[in-house]
């Protein structure tokens, strides 16, 4: 029972993994766009100025005010950089190709803020079926293993 209760808590909560990962996709680009127009407005500036970014970087270094504003820059340059290679790579994967993919859900402030938002519904797609499925044999398959160890041994090589 206690198998069965673990499968289907497991298919449950695997089965919201398509649309949430829907959500970040879609919130993940509304950061790039954003982050974009922040570089590009920088770069403008700089290319103004007769500087590339890494000139204009390194002249922001005259007082601490344009040092903490040179290393948020940089911050945010490198997170536009790790979103787009994330928004890509999680663009081309389907729902359940991103099962696979949850290390490309490393922006996280966007990650905590599609969390935040996220209300869990019945996985009315196929993805989410097939998803909940496999959650379902996860759960199934990580209780056996678990309880493996409290079995006697005839009952471990499958005699009862």
Do not use: K, N
């Not at 590339?52 to 940089?74: E, G, N, T, V, Y």
């Not at 911050?75 to 359940?96: N, T, V």
């Not at 803020?113 to 496999?134: H, Q, V």
């Amino acid at each position: 029972m206690l198998r069965l209760i673990a499968a289907v808590a497991c298919a449950a909560a695997l089965s919201q993994f398509p649309a949430f990962t829907d959500q970040y996709v879609q919130r993940l680009g509304g950061q790039v766009d954003a982050l974009t127009l922040v570089a590009a407005e920088f770069d403008a500036s700089a290319s103004a100025a007769g500087l590339d970014r890494d000139q204009a970087l390194a002249d922001l270094s005259a007082s601490r005010f344009q040092q903490a504003h040179r290393a948020d820059l940089i911050r945010a340059f490198q997170r536009l950089d790790h979103a787009r290679a994330d928004l890509q790579m999680l663009s081309i994967a389907g729902p359940l190709e991103r099962l696979l993919l949850p290390h490309r859900m490393r922006d996280l402030p966007t990650l905590a803020a599609t969390w935040g938002d996220f209300s869990p519904a019945l996985p009315l797609t196929a993805s989410g079926l097939i998803a909940a499925l496999i959650g379902m044999a996860l759960g199934w398959v990580m209780t056996g293993l678990a309880a493996l160890p409290f079995r006697r041994p005839q009952e471990r090589l499958g005699w009862r």
